[in-house]
């Protein structure tokens, strides 16, 4: 089972048993090893995890609580595993090869523990208010050549409406839909059009115009996906009874940092010759409940991540 593991893996694996330890369990269990990929500070799940808000404090005080220390302290040199984690080995080593990675790194080891649907690690990670789909995404990011810190490649200004979303949009509850090319995909807070989403452009910028030519077409190839998704989705939603049309609109009146409206407009839209900022209110924002719009939030991802 370790035999694919690179050092950086099997680093985290020992911290993870240093961890059991000390919370005195007598096997390794996934909170362990969630806290042995914080507890190396130069690995990069560390690096992606503080991106999220959680650090090593946070995590072992979660940990702790969603499993107490055992009665005894475990004082052999290597705990057994749990077999959920055996499990976790086995699943990051399925993300290796779907991959087509020769070695299970510590990402893998991530993404084998996020498909896990319990278990204290993902629990500690909701409970932390982790957005476990975006999470996953980021690390993917990351093994496919994404980059550490997408921040970086792209940098937010402070005091920006726009860039305080993207940097929420982490959390869990969030109505994060994909990270695409250029731009971070949201389902938008107006649901009057169901299926209104928004992009916003990866980093600060202002102006379209800022752009060069190749980021420009970039940006508009994934306009163009977000508008197939939501026709896709609603494939007969249209006054022909075929996919909506769709309205585009790149608007920077109110906020100064590019972002696109993606709007289907749909047979029982009341005015279709109208654009939609004139409706009331209560109209625009529609009367989709939160568990309709997690549903369409995941066709939508879907369509985009197929």
Request: aromatic share 4%; hydrophobic share 40%; charged share 25%.
């Amino acid at each position: 089972m370790f035999e694919r593991l690179t050092i950086g893996a099997n680093k985290v694996v020992a911290l993870a048993n240093q961890e059991a330890k000390q919370l005195q369990q007598e096997q390794v269990g996934s909170g362990p090893l969630l806290l042995g990929l914080l507890a190396d500070g130069e690995g990069g799940c560390a690096a992606v995890l503080r991106g999220f808000g959680v650090d090593l404090t946070r995590a072992r005080a979660e940990v702790n609580r969603l499993s107490p220390p055992g009665s005894k302290i475990a004082m052999s040199r290597m705990l057994p595993m749990t077999v959920r984690v055996t499990h976790v080995l086995q699943l990051a080593g399925d993300e290796a090869r779907a991959l087509r990675h020769a070695d299970v790194e510590a990402e893998h080891l991530l993404l084998g523990m996020l498909r896990e649907t319990d278990g204290v690690a993902v629990n500690a990670l909701r409970n932390l208010g982790v957005n476990l789909e975006r999470l996953r995404a980021v690390v993917l990011a990351r093994l496919s050549g994404g980059g550490d810190d997408l921040l970086t490649i792209h940098p937010l200004r402070a005091g920006c409406p726009m860039c305080a979303t993207i940097l929420d949009l982490g959390r869990a509850g969030s109505m994060w839909i994909a990270d695409l090319s250029e731009s971070h995909v949201v389902l938008g807070d107006n649901q009057g059009c169901r299926g209104w989403c928004a992009l916003l452009l990866k980093g600060h910028v202002e102006h379209l115009s800022e752009l060069d030519e190749d980021r420009q077409m970039r940006v508009w190839r994934d306009v163009s996906r977000v508008a197939g998704a939501i026709r896709a989705v609603f494939p007969k939603s249209g006054k022909d009874g075929g996919p909506p049309r769709i309205n585009y609109e790149c608007l920077g009146n109110q906020v100064a940092h590019v972002h696109w409206h993606v709007i289907p407009r749909h047979a029982d839209d009341m005015d279709p010759t109208k654009p939609v900022w004139g409706w009331e209110t209560e109209r625009l924002k529609g009367s989709m409940t939160e568990t309709q719009r997690e549903a369409l939030v995941k066709q939508l991802r879907v369509q985009l991540q197929g």
